[in-house]
């Protein structure tokens, strides 16, 4: 069975703040994928990033930074000096085995205020 | 490029009622999801096609439901008879060949069942 746990479902910061949203996913499976989405305030998903299981590099995309671990079978995401426009909904999503089902984590409500 | 085309974006009926929904997925892509989002059990996949076939409809929570892709660029999800508990928002995706690639999302159909 395959599960995504987003511990934390509420965080506030002030614009400018650092804030990582964690995620932590159980499959049996040793090629996955992981993902995250984010759903902005209108309600559509957007697309942020994927990422195998058998590549562990760390990626960067301007203020946004995922830090992969299969030790800790974490993949959380960085978003740095946050501003008003990252408050959304985060989710991460995890999809193994020979299903191309995606199974969602229940999100992160981040909140940033000016 | 377009991306998913979802419709309506809302709809409000009375519970009885027949509903359909509309997905025309990203041109090119092989593979289409339904998905449901609700406050109490997140975000679920219902169906997913490859190729216009039915391949999982594991997710579909009764006989009420229903889910066609007559051809590579339309599909339909129904329910009938609708009921109160079925309101959701209902995501169409589409991801290009190969059943572990991105998926991209519609921007939804906000379901309101009275």
């Known amino acids: 069975a395959q599960k995504v746990t987003q511990a934390q479902t509420e965080i506030s910061v002030v614009e400018k703040e650092d804030v990582t949203l964690d995620c932590v996913y159980e499959?049996?499976?040793?090629?996955?994928?992981l993902f995250w989405y984010k759903q902005p305030p209108s309600g559509e998903l957007v697309f942020l990033i994927r990422?195998?299981?058998?590549?562990?590099q760390n990626e960067i995309s301007g203020r946004y930074s995922w830090n992969f671990q299969k030790s800790t079978s974490s993949f959380n995401f960085t978003i740095t000096a946050s501003q008003v426009v990252d408050s959304a909904v985060y989710f991460c999503?995890?999809?193994?085995?020979?299903?191309?089902?995606?199974?969602f984590g229940k999100g992160i409500t981040l909140s940033v205020r000016p | 490029d377009a991306g998913v085309i979802q419709s309506p974006r809302h709809e409000v009926t009375e519970m009885g009622q027949e509903v359909t929904l509309r997905c025309k997925p990203i041109?090119?892509?092989?593979?289409l999801f339904w998905y449901r989002q609700t406050m109490m059990r997140g975000l679920e996949l219902l169906i997913y096609?490859?190729?216009?076939?039915?391949?999982?409809d594991s997710g579909m929570p009764e006989d009420r439901f229903s889910a066609k892709m007559p051809n590579a660029s339309f599909s339909t999800l129904k329910i009938q008879p609708s009921e109160p508990r079925d309101s959701a928002v209902y995501f169409c995706?589409?991801?290009?060949?190969?059943?572990?690639?991105?998926?991209?999302f519609g921007p939804g159909t906000r379901l309101t069942v009275l």
């Open positions: 990422r195998n299981s058998f590549d562990e």
């Open positions: 096609f490859n190729n216009n076939v039915p391949i999982d």
């Open positions: 041109s090119g892509h092989d593979y």
């Open positions: 499959t049996r499976d040793t090629t996955y994928y």
């Open positions: 995706a589409s991801s290009p060949s190969g059943g572990k690639d991105t998926q991209y």
């Open positions: 999503a995890l999809m193994s085995g020979a299903n191309s089902k995606l199974t």
